[in-house]
């Protein structure tokens, strides 16, 4: 059976590249397994019934997901990603749909540990109310003619953590 998957996040904050860097993996096999959906949702936060419709309208259309992968980036956690939460959960009925939150740029891990962000911050998202499946930290940066390409072991380990969620 073919799943949805909702990629869902704020302008910019790399959800094309995500679902072209996944796509383009040798393990990915999923051509017939995965459809992807991508959500831009600028919202403002006093903005919430017209948001909601709008976000309602594109699953209508689009499909009802089976699983979303919520795009942030790593940094400070900030009001736009609560407000989409919020926003989100007016449509997918929480604990029925998994939800992973994937945490973008971490190649500014100074470990080199993809996830340690998310770790490190695990109880600051659960505060504010951001209580997900699961917390994966990704980082799809590339390099330049000038230094090549240090981030490509990184965008590797990305796409395999990404495909890992996929089934769940
Ligand atoms: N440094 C860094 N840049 C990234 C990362 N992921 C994506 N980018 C860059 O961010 C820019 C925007 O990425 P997109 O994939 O187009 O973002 P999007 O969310 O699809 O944007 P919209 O479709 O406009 O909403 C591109 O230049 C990407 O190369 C990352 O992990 N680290
Ligand atoms: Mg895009």
């Known amino acids: ?17 995500l679902i072209r860097e996944v796509m383009s993996d040798p393990d990915y096999g999923g051509d017939n397994k995965y459809i992807f959906h991508e959500y831009t949702s600028d919202i403002e936060c006093d903005g919430k019934p017209k948001n909601t419709k709008q976000l309602k309208d594109f699953i209508k259309q689009s499909c009802t997901p089976d699983i979303v992968l919520f795009v942030v980036e790593r940094g400070r956690i900030l009001r736009h990603d609560i407000a989409n ?13 998994p939800v992973i ?4 740029h971490c190649e500014q891990n100074s ?7 998310c770790i490190d911050n695990t109880p600051t998202y659960h505060k504010s109310g951001i209580v997900p499946t699961k917390f994966v930290g990704i980082s799809f940066c590339y390099g330049n003619k000038f230094i090549g390409d240090p981030y490509s072991e990184l965008r590797c380990a990305s796409r395999k953590a990404l495909l890992s969620c996929l089934s769940l």
């Open 111 to 117: 470990d080199g540990n993809l996830d340690s962000w």
């Open 101 to 104: 939150v994937i945490v973008n």
């Open 1 to 17: 059976m073919v799943r949805n998957v909702l990629v869902f996040g704020v302008s910019g904050i790399g959800k094309t590249t």
């Open 85 to 97: 939460w919020n926003l989100l959960h007016t449509v997918i009925e929480k604990h029925k749909t």
